[in-house]
């Protein structure tokens, strides 16, 4: 390239055209890479001062270059800027204001010159390189891939993808599978990203969607749509599973991915080194989907959480390992398939729980209420499990169990609200007693129970409660936090994430607990007018 300076005006364009069809990137961005360079070039040998352009012609190779004036008054730049009366030996006629094209002489350039323009020329070159591999790849997010090995490096594998480098990290690869240089593989684009050393092609073959992207190329339903993926879950190298649906009711999903003798998600298990693949019909309905997705094992019963996001299934005794799998593996991928907790339990298991819930159900009402076993087993086995249920119910509906009454109904809801009150009471001692200011109680949505929480936890005051953010506030401990029983703060969620409250609640909370900030500002606004007005009033004009 450092000839490319002191070149004739053929070479000029020849070496322009070479190098856009060498790099792959649009010619007119390396003549401009030219011209830059020689700009560059000329303000060593002229002086840095002056404002110097070059152009150099795309089609004939000439060359111009010339300096830039600026008509003025009153000198104040020698470089940049002439008067009137020197003006017009440049140009005549030439009005303050307006710009002088003054024309150099061509140069000729030096080795030191050609040297810095060459690297000028580099830089522009591969700038405009890496942006044409950015351009190249950030739409093709998801595709899959095919590249040769190029190095492996601390475990990373670099993969040569024609116009440009991708990676996989050891974390996106599939455990166990080894690569030499020089191999092809295929893998999924997951990100790329711009940075100052270049666009970094980020691969996969660990994820789920490269799963989904090999099933999409070996079934022509999937790519046609008659057939969605609605998820997918992977345990690389090992296990996976997939949810699949059909728009069409005459084609069975699970089949059309299967493939004739199983030749369609062989090639996918092929390709993923052998890992084996459960493919589930998908189902709108929760607790279908889930039994689906545990397969191969049988479940009993599935109860949904909706409030918990969680998903309580019952399985026979013998089915217990199976519907967990080897080291949790089934009822994970189960989990993440339907993106719900779940948790496992035999039917000797659940039962106990049933029966321990009726009997803890069973002794608060006899206590709270006052009545004998029997009645409150009756309200228990109705579906009644708190004192607020009852004594909100309408009486009518508490009429219809059997061997109740109104009259029985009436006083059996009254004594629940004189329970509630007492708890009320109670609480409210206690949130006294913390030192919670009375002022908290008039806040919207707080109870009593909720004060004495907040006070256990050092709210105790309007701009304590008024400090806090929503989530602190609010927001419920996560599901991977609670299964793996963690107690520290930052994991059990908002003070009162226990009470189920929601963002919007949450949020309501907070704003009425900042209202008297707000109310103090509008008093401080207007104090200085209301003194302002009685000095007026003590000294009239």
């Given amino acids: 390239m450092a000839s490319a300076i002191s070149a004739n005006r053929a070479e000029l364009i020849a070496i322009a055209n070479s190098v856009a069809s060498e790099k792959m990137i649009d ?43 600026e008509v003025v008054e009153a000198v104040d730049d020698y470089f940049r800027q002439v008067d009137q009366k020197q003006a017009q030996k440049l140009q005549a006629g030439a009005a303050i204001g307006d710009f002088i094209v003054d024309p150099l002489p061509p140069i000729d350039l030096g ?10 020329i580099f830089q522009k070159v591969r700038d405009a390189e890496r942006d044409r591999q950015f351009d190249e790849f950030k739409d093709r997010v998801g595709e899959i891939i095919t590249g040769v090995v190029k190095s492996v490096e601390f475990g990373h594998v670099v993969v040569n993808l024609g116009r440009a480098e991708g990676v996989i990290r050891r974390d996106q690869q599939i455990p166990r599978e080894v690569v030499r240089v020089g191999d092809r593989v295929r893998s999924v684009v997951l990100n790329v990203r711009r940075e ?21 190329q070996e079934v022509p339903e999937i790519y046609d749509g008659i057939i969605e993926i609605k998820a997918a879950a992977r345990d690389p190298g090992s296990r996976a599973k997939i949810g699949v649906i059909s728009h069409d009711g005459s084609i069975d999903p699970v089949g059309a991915c299967v ?14 080194q052998g890992e084996k693949i459960d493919i589930i019909p998908w189902s709108e309905d ?6 689906n997705a545990l397969q191969p094992a049988t479940v009993s019963r599935v109860v949904i ?41 035999t039917e000797a298991d659940a039962s106990e729980k049933r029966q321990k819930e009726f009997v803890e159900r069973s002794e608060l009402f006899q206590q709270e209420l006052d009545v004998d076993e029997t009645l409150s087993q009756l309200l228990v086995a109705e579906g009644f499990g708190e004192l607020d249920e009852v004594a909100y119910v309408a009486v009518e509906e508490l009429a219809t169990i059997e061997g109740f009454d109104e009259e029985l109904a009436q006083e059996l809801q009254n004594r629940a ?25 008039d806040i919207p949505h707080l109870t009593e129970a909720m004060l004495v929480t907040l006070g256990k936890g050092g709210i105790k005051t309007l701009d304590d409660l008024a400090d806090l953010a929503t989530d602190e ?40 607990a900042r209202a008297h900030w707000f109310a103090d500002e509008e008093e401080a606004v207007s104090a200085p007018v209301v003194e302002e007005d009685a000095d007026n009033a003590e000294n009239p004009q």
């Fill in 417 to 441: 609200l004189e329970a509630l009150d007492r708890r009320e009471a109670a609480a409210r001692e206690e949130r006294r007693a913390l030192g919670v200011e009375d002022a908290l109680a």
């Fill in 111 to 120: 080795r030191i010159d050609a040297q810095s323009a060459k690297q000028v």
């Fill in 305 to 345: 959480d909706e409030d918990e996001g969680r998903i309580e299934v019952v399985v026979p005794d013998d089915q217990l390992s199976l519907a967990i799998g080897r080291r949790g593996q089934n009822v994970r991928l189960a989990s993440q398939l339907t993106g719900k907790a779940i948790d496992i339990m």
């Fill in 259 to 272: 493939g004739m003798k199983g030749s369609r998600v062989q090639a996918v298990v092929q390709e993923m």
């Fill in 286 to 291: 929760a607790a279908t989907f889930v039994v």
């Fill in 27 to 69: 010619r007119s961005i390396v003549i401009e890479a030219m011209e830059d360079a020689i700009q560059r070039a000329a303000r060593a040998r002229y002086g840095a001062e002056n404002d110097i352009r070059a152009k150099l012609d795309p089609d004939t190779g000439d060359l111009r270059l010339w300096r830039v004036v």
């Fill in 196 to 216: 100052n050393r270049g666009p970094q092609i980020f691969l996969s073959r660990a994820h789920p969607e490269f799963m989904k992207k090999l099933f999409t």
């Fill in 473 to 512: 506030l609010v927001a419920k401990k996560r599901a991977a936090d609670r299964r793996r029983n963690r107690d520290s703060a930052e994991d059990k969620g908002g003070i009162l994430a226990e009470y189920g409250l929601s963002d919007e609640q949450g949020n309501e909370i907070i704003m009425a």
